[in-house]
């Protein structure tokens, strides 16, 4: 008989890489950028997280390396973005590329070594995972109830009444891939630091895009967020379980479970969009006159 409790926490642990690269790009996208190099950036974030670790022999600074990476990481698309002009899906997937292979050449000497044990906290969670739980309002809190919050979403639906109204447009969005970038390694210094120990190459395994799925699923907000990291956490969890029982499935097919599940709710969330634009339905979050007000 399985324990609903420690099912539970098994859930949170699964989804706490994914909810921190998603809230990380819910606030860029907000901000009117689509950065497709999460997964590059949070394999990043686990190579620099594992490394200060394992050096250092503090997870904590291996959390605040990785943050540190996945921030630093994302400035050159930043740069060429926003300074460059280049274009956004392009430059995203040479993000990916280049930290896949930055972290696949730097991360040679890490192998076969252990990272630190971190010591659990409440409920026997680590405290990231706690974190990760509190990032969730904090976020909600700034893009809906902040005037720093107000003013990044004015950027991301119309730049040029924000740049009208005397607000560097630029800046604020090159502060939200930053920080972007910087959660997005948390999320990847999770799965090496706190989860697996050890540094292996490829590590994330397409979390980063199960990421990008989850904002789009959420329709934007961060409560979608946990409740869409939750489920692909769940889907994760449930194909362990069947795993370990030793349920006559493939492995193959269990394994790709959850990117099954972000084809289908990628697939039902364009229909329903499609569906709200032949209703006649206009999309939600326009910041109207309130943005105006901050003139």
Do not use: C
């Not at 690269?21 to 901000?31: Q, S």
């Not at 959390?63 to 995203?92: C, D, E, H, R």
């Not at 280049?98 to 971190?118: D, N, S």
């Not at 090496?192 to 989850?214: D, F």
């Amino acid at each position: 008989m399985i324990d609903p409790v420690a099912l539970f926490l098994m859930l949170l642990t699964a989804s706490t890489p994914i909810l921190f690269a998603a809230l990380g790009e819910l606030v860029a996208e907000r901000a009117g950028v689509l950065n497709l190099g999460v997964e590059g950036m949070m394999i990043t974030g686990a190579l620099a997280g594992f490394a200060a670790a394992y050096h250092s022999g503090s997870p904590v600074l291996g959390f605040a390396a990785a943050a540190l990476a996945g921030a630093l990481i994302a400035l050159p698309f930043a740069v060429l973005t926003q300074f460059l002009l280049s274009n956004q899906v392009a430059s995203g997937l040479a993000l990916t590329l280049f930290g896949l292979g930055l972290a696949a050449l730097f991360g040679k000497p890490m192998e076969g070594v252990k990272a630190p044990t971190m010591a659990p906290g409440p409920l026997g969670l680590h405290w990231i995972v706690w974190l990760g739980l509190l990032m969730v309002p904090l976020i909600w809190w700034f893009l809906n109830r902040s005037r720093a919050g107000l003013i990044l979403r004015g950027v991301g639906e119309n730049h040029d009444a924000a740049h009208a109204l005397g607000y560097d447009v630029r800046r604020v969005r090159i502060a939200a891939i930053a920080f972007g970038g910087a959660m997005a390694g948390i999320g990847g210094a999770f799965i090496s630091v706190a989860t697996v120990l050890q540094w292996t190459e490829g590590m994330t395994a397409g979390a980063g895009w199960i990421a990008l799925a989850i904002v789009v699923f959420s329709s934007w907000t961060a409560p979608g967020v946990l409740a869409g990291a939750w489920l692909f956490g769940g889907v994760t969890v449930l194909q362990l379980r069947l795993q370990a029982a030793g349920v006559r499935v493939p492995v193959q097919l269990l394994s790709m479970a959850p990117y099954l599940a972000t084809i289908v709710v990628l697939v039902a969330i364009s229909a329903r969009q499609k569906f709200s634009r032949r209703a006649g339905s206009t999309a939600p979050g326009s910041l109207g006159q309130d943005f105006h007000a901050l003139r």
